[in-house]
């Protein structure tokens, strides 16, 4: 398993290029303190939802990830979204959140795995974070 410590999230969110952002959407549960972390750094608004696919033990519970929260959001037309989880492997969970939000102009970040911004791309392994 591989540490990463807030420092080290701290010092990739400051050298990415990050896009113009007007909303930040965490996925939660696992995305929720990434999703606060990115947002903070962009200084904009955070909303989350929470979708259900992986037990505590990593293994999928659906053959489909599910919606477990999807919040009221005032209107999202013409808003820039950042759409942030922690780890994307299969790319489910992002592609059924991105399906609840279809016709948005929406970009993908994750701290490890599959997306449009990845904080680590190069971590192939498990990783412990420092908010476990």
């Given at each position: ?8 999230i ?8 990050l896009?113009e ?5 965490g ?14 750094h ?15 033990n990593?293994?999928?519970?659906y053959?489909?990830?599910?919606v477990?929260?999807?919040p ?12 942030v ?8 969970t992002l ?6 939000f279809?016709g ?7 701290m490890?795995?599959?997306?449009d ?6 971590i192939?392994?498990?990783?412990k974070?420092?908010?476990?």
């Open positions: 398993m591989v540490p990463v410590l807030f420092s080290e701290s010092a990739r969110l400051r050298s990415l290029s896009p952002t007007d909303l930040v959407i996925i939660g549960t696992g995305g929720i303190v990434p999703a606060s972390l990115v947002a903070f962009l200084g904009c608004e955070l909303q989350v939802i929470t979708l259900n696919y992986r037990d505590e990593n293994t999928p519970r053959e489909n990830p599910v477990v929260n999807m009221e959001m005032p209107s999202l037309q013409g808003k820039r979204i950042l759409l989880d922690d780890v994307s492997v299969s790319g489910k592609h059924e959140a991105l399906f609840h279809q948005l102009q929406i970009r993908t970040l994750t490890k795995g599959k997306a911004y990845v904080l680590f791309p190069e192939q392994d498990c990783v974070w420092p908010w476990k």
